[in-house]
């Protein structure tokens, strides 16, 4: 089991993408990965996602959705919106 948080900080474009790549081999060797991330990319690449809301802080910390990201995409939440662009190669 990995816990990442915001593993995507900092990178370069072509870095978070070799992240994505190296995270996915993780998966197909059988680890289990919770990674708390904003990057569409990284989102989009995920077996389940669980998005809280409404808001941060005070505002937030209830599950307004959750699903493949594809589900999510479908969505008129925060992340669904981002995922239906990401998804969509925009």
Avoid at 6 to 35: C, K, M, N, Q
Wanted: no cysteine.
């Amino acid at each position: 089991l990995y816990v990442l948080d915001e593993p995507t900080t900092g990178l370069h474009l072509a870095d978070a993408t070799r992240l994505i790549a190296f995270l996915e081999r993780l998966v197909d060797r059988g680890d289990t990965l919770v990674i708390i991330e904003h990057h569409p990319s990284v989102i989009a690449a995920a077996d389940h996602v669980v998005e809280l809301g409404p808001d941060g802080g005070e505002g937030g910390g209830r599950i307004v959705a959750e699903g493949t990201p594809k589900e999510l995409a479908r969505r008129k939440t925060a992340t669904g919106v981002v995922l239906k662009e990401a998804l969509a190669g925009g």
